[in-house]
């Protein structure tokens, strides 16, 4: 039932944010730039993780966003926000 659970969030059509996380020395301007040539609005600056959350636009889908932010130079991972339990 958890892992049905977490395929239905993660799946989702409501959840278009994506988790990036990226190079610290290359820096976060790269990716920002980037979002904002992309369309994406930028949710929250993890800034001691040097990653961000970006909302994917309504225009184009996660999977391609996420082929898109891979080339960015500098990232480093970007994923799916998805809930984490602890056990």
């Known amino acids: 039932y958890r892992r049905q ?5 993660r799946d989702s ?7 990036i996380f990226y190079d610290a020395q290359v ?4 990716l920002f730039k980037a979002a904002q040539k992309y369309g ?6 993890y800034k ?3 990653g961000a959350a970006v909302r994917v636009p309504d225009n184009k889908t996660p999977a391609k966003a996420i082929k898109y932010y ?18």
Do not use: F, H, W
């Open 70 to 87: 891979k080339r960015v130079p500098g990232v480093l991972s970007a994923e799916m926000d998805k809930r984490a339990y602890l056990m």
């Open 48 to 50: 001691n993780l040097n």
């Open 13 to 19: 059509p409501q959840n278009r944010t994506l988790i």
């Open 27 to 30: 820096g976060k301007e790269p």
């Open 40 to 45: 994406s609005e930028i949710l929250y600056d």
């Open 5 to 9: 659970r977490q395929m239905c969030i």
